[in-house]
Nanobody, 129 residues
Framework: QVQLVESGGGSVQAGGSLSLSCAAS???????????MGWFRQSPGKEREIVAA???????SYADSVKGRFTISRDNDRNTLSLRMNSLKPEDTAIYYC????????????????????WGQGTQVTVSS
């Protein structure tokens, strides 16, 4: 019942920055019961991996590979999600997916991909060297 649409993907040179946005839509009931939201990414030949997540209240968690470089933020804890990516590396090249979870457990384990039940279509991020 929740639709997620990512935007902001593109190409950037190593060391540059890029911002991604995710807009959530759907019934007010479904949107209200979104708990955690996060960003995941997938490169060709690799499994989808967590990038960052934020729980109600604004506490953010990050994968070690992006910690210190990426910043996740959430508007009013629901509906919109952003990811500011700084100091981008070629290894960051991937399709980035916005995700949302209606599972209460995601609040305690926001980096667990299995707890996310809503997914966007993805947006491509390409970092060239």
């Amino acid at each position: 019942q929740v639709q997620l649409v990512e935007s902001g993907g593109g190409s950037v040179q190593a060391g540059g920055s890029l911002s991604l946005s995710c807009a959530a839509s759907g019934s007010t009931y479904s949107l209200y019961y979104i708990y955690s939201m996060g960003w995941f990414r997938q490169s060709p030949g690799k499994e989808r991996e967590i990038v960052a997540a934020v729980v109600p209240g604004g506490t953010a968690s990050y994968a070690d590979s992006v910690k210190g470089r990426f910043t996740i933020s959430r508007d009013n804890d629901r509906n919109t999600l952003s990811l500011r990516m700084n100091s981008l590396k070629p290894e960051d090249t991937a399709i980035y997916y916005c995700a949302a979870s209606s599972a209460v457990l995601s609040v305690r384990s926001p980096l667990s991909s299995g707890l996310y039940n809503y997914w966007g279509q993805g947006t491509q991020v390409t970092v060239s060297s």
